[in-house]
């Protein structure tokens, strides 16, 4: 038989997890709004420079890429500290 109060921490602490996990998700979601206007700026930017498109489209995608794309990944039990 569960104890009452065991399901109750354990539904808090699920509730609170899901509300730390869809504040993160907005967060994210909110970086990546701010990313595309400043990729959609260096482009607009770069055009009206009188960059040829294919290139302004390759700047714009860079800097996309230099803040979507994660440069490493590290894995748990290999940081630097543990060797």
Not at 7 to 23: G, H, K, P, R, Y
Not at 25 to 34: N, P, T
Not at 38 to 59: D, F, I, K, Q
Request: net charge negative; proline share 4%; hydrophobic share 45%.
């Amino acid at each position: 038989m569960s104890n009452p109060d065991d399901e109750n921490v354990a539904s808090v602490m699920n509730s609170i997890e899901i509300e730390f996990l869809l504040a993160e998700l907005e967060k994210r979601g909110c970086f990546a709004v701010a990313i595309a206007q400043v990729a959609g700026a260096v482009h607009r930017s770069a055009l009206e420079s009188g960059v040829p498109y294919n290139l302004a489209t390759e700047m714009a995608q860079d800097y996309w890429n230099s803040e979507m794309i994660p440069r490493e990944v590290i894995e748990a039990g290999n940081a630097a500290d543990d060797e």
